[in-house]
């Protein structure tokens, strides 16, 4: 099985820390909860990425753009690009939000 390099952009970094400091002042157990677990999702790309489907931004945004849900209800969509061997990971949003425009 191939095995990928997972890089966080600096942005998407940025949104996961946005996400947290929210959170935390929404429900401090779950933010510790939700900072595992996509924390989890996201290194869990190192093997198979490409199972994920292109997100619908794709379309619209310069190159091919795959998503992995995460959560129940409406998922957080982590966006990520997948390059030889190392996959990138783009952004992070709650699925309620308008779809991304870059």
Not at 5 to 23: G, K, M, Q, S, Y
């Amino acid at each position: 099985m191939k095995h990928y390099r997972v890089v966080i952009t600096p942005f998407a970094a940025d949104n996961i820390r946005e996400a947290h400091a929210w959170l935390k002042t929404e429900n401090l157990p779950h933010a510790a909860r939700w900072l595992q677990g996509i924390k989890k999702a996201i290194l869990a790309l190192s093997s198979m990425p490409e199972s994920h489907p292109l997100a619908p931004e794709s379309d619209v945004l310069d190159g091919e753009i795959r998503q992995c849900l995460f959560g129940r209800g409406t998922p957080w969509r982590i966006f990520f690009t997948i390059e030889e061997t190392t996959v990138y990971v783009l952004h992070v949003r709650h699925g309620r939000r308008s779809d991304w425009q870059g």
